[in-house]
């Protein structure tokens, strides 16, 4: 038989061990709330005075932080500037995904309409685009951590993976010839940036002469037409 003593020695051991569990889990939430804080304030002073105005005394004083306590959570401007652009990247990559798996259409028709889902998306969130800005200049906001780079290439490739994907289901329904998807995929892929990028530039959307979501489209499907078979559904 339990002496009684010991069973209370046991139940304030659990009361003790449960209370420790809480205060992780009150600690764990108290840091994501901070993170959530520190990348809501960031994104609002880096999209209002871009990544070389941005101060982040403000952005410190917006989330209601230590500069000190930002610091803790991102090792640098630069870093907070990538997270705060990379933060939505899991969810465009999904919303590619539920495009890409539309049944009801053929793989080369899916292509098209991930390219259509592509332009409307970055228009819609042109702030996010700045993500191409900040991975191909770090000469001027300084090199990147490593971590930061591998999670905007994983990204990437991510969505790099999902068009290969339905690239090689167009081969391999007859609309396409065969070729090397993931190097298709990315030349749709940086054909698509450079167009988009050039709506920025007055002088570059003068040059085009056509609107943007025209053009856009025109230089996908060329590509396409480039690869397809003569019993091909592109465009029907």
């Not at 989330?63 to 991102?74: E, H, I, N, S």
């Not at 396409?224 to 465009?235: E, K, V």
């Amino acid at each position: 038989m339990m002496n009684p003593q010991s069973e209370r020695g046991e139940e304030v051991a659990g009361l003790e061990s449960a209370s420790n569990q809480q205060e992780k889990v009150t600690r764990a939430e108290k840091k994501a709330q901070s993170r959530r804080r520190i990348l809501e304030a960031a994104r609002d002073v880096f999209f209002r005075d871009g990544f070389m105005a941005a101060n982040l005394d403000e952005v410190a004083e917006k989330a209601a932080v230590a500069k000190g306590t930002l610091y803790r959570y991102f090792e640098s401007k630069a870093d907070l500037y990538v997270a705060v652009l990379a933060h939505n990247g899991d969810v465009f990559t999904q919303r590619m995904k539920e495009v890409a798996s539309d049944g009801s259409q053929s793989a080369i028709v899916q292509v098209e309409s991930i390219s259509r889902f592509y332009l409307d998306y970055w228009v819609r969130h042109p702030e996010y685009f700045q993500i191409f800005w900040a991975i191909d200049n770090q000469s001027v906001i300084g090199d990147l951590p490593g971590e930061v780079v591998a999670e905007v290439a994983r990204l990437w490739k991510e969505s790099l993976g999902v068009l290969s994907a339905v690239l090689s289901s167009a081969i391999r329904q007859g609309d396409l010839n065969e070729c090397d998807t993931w190097e298709v995929a990315n030349i749709l892929w940086t054909t698509a940036n450079g167009l988009i990028q050039s709506d920025s530039i007055q002088a570059r959307r003068e040059l085009r002469g056509q609107p943007l979501e025209d053009v856009f489209h025109d230089a996908i499907r060329l590509i396409l037409q480039g690869l397809a078979t003569p019993s091909s559904r592109l465009g029907t």
